[in-house]
Every structure is written in structure tokens, then in C-alpha cells.
């Protein structure tokens, strides 16, 4: 196990174990979805993270790693596949989810 604290992406507790009030789905369902930032509704869309990483973690990586949401727009469905923690199941959700809203704002 490495030890250089500059390497190991810091433990976030699994988001079952974060207080209701914080968790991005119950915030939603009280406040909005505007009350959320961009890394927790891609942590709705995720659902799951992976060890020591929490939806909400992998998803302000995703986003800090790409550009925001404009690199996850022009990410491919083989480029999100690519990243830890994102499988097809959830690089499909991502790209209907990201052309859902590209459609809306086209409207």
C-alpha cells in the first residue's frame, strides 16, 4: 500500500452513512434539484461510487479530471467506460442523461 499521502485519494464515507440532510437524493427531494452542485446530481445518476469513494467523490472527479460538463459532454461512451468506477451501465445513463439535456437546450 502506498503511504504518500499526495497519491491516495482521501476516504469519503459512503453516502448511507452521511447525515439525511446531506445526502445529494433526500437534498433534491427537500430543496430541489437546484439546491445540488454538478457532482451531486451526477451522483444521483451514479448512484454508486467504489471503495473509499462515494457517488458524490467520483462524481467532482469525473468532472475536475474533464473539464467540467462540457468535457463530460464530449466524453465517448468508451472515454467514460475507461474511467475506475464507471462500468457501461452507468456510461449509459451518463451519455442519455448528458443528451437528454443537450436536446432540451436545443428546444
Same mark, same amino acid.
Do not use: F
Given at each position: 500500500?502506498?503511504?504518500?499521502?499526495?497519491?491516495?485519494?482521501?476516504?469519503?464515507?459512503?453516502?448511507?452513512?452521511?447525515?439525511?440532510?446531506?445526502?445529494?437524493?433526500?437534498?433534491?427531494?427537500?430543496? /430541489?434539484?437546484?439546491? #445540488? !452542485?454538478?457532482?451531486?446530481? +451526477?451522483?444521483? $445518476? =451514479? &448512484?454508486?461510487?467504489?471503495?473509499?469513494?462515494? @457517488?458524490?467523490?467520483? /462524481?467532482?472527479?469525473? #468532472? !475536475?479530471?474533464?473539464?467540467? +460538463?462540457?468535457? $463530460? =459532454? &464530449?466524453?465517448?461512451?468508451?472515454?467514460?467506460? @475507461?474511467?475506475?468506477?464507471?462500468?457501461?451501465?452507468?456510461?449509459?445513463?451518463?451519455?442519455?442523461?448528458?443528451? =437528454?439535456?443537450?436536446?432540451?437546450?436545443?428546444?
Amino acid at each position: 500500500m502506498n503511504s504518500d499521502p499526495e497519491t491516495q485519494t482521501p476516504y469519503t464515507p459512503r453516502i448511507g452513512d452521511m447525515a439525511a440532510g446531506d445526502r445529494p437524493r433526500e437534498r433534491l427531494a427537500l430543496a /430541489g434539484a437546484n439546491a #445540488l !452542485n454538478n457532482a451531486e446530481l +451526477l451522483a444521483i $445518476l =451514479l &448512484r454508486t461510487g467504489i471503495a473509499g469513494q462515494n @457517488a458524490v467523490r467520483l /462524481g467532482e472527479e469525473l #468532472l !475536475n479530471k474533464n473539464g467540467g +460538463l462540457v468535457g $463530460l =459532454l &464530449r466524453m465517448s461512451y468508451s472515454d467514460l467506460c @475507461a474511467v475506475k468506477g464507471i462500468g457501461p451501465a452507468k456510461a449509459a445513463q451518463l451519455k442519455a442523461a448528458v443528451e =437528454l439535456g443537450r436536446r432540451l437546450a436545443a428546444a
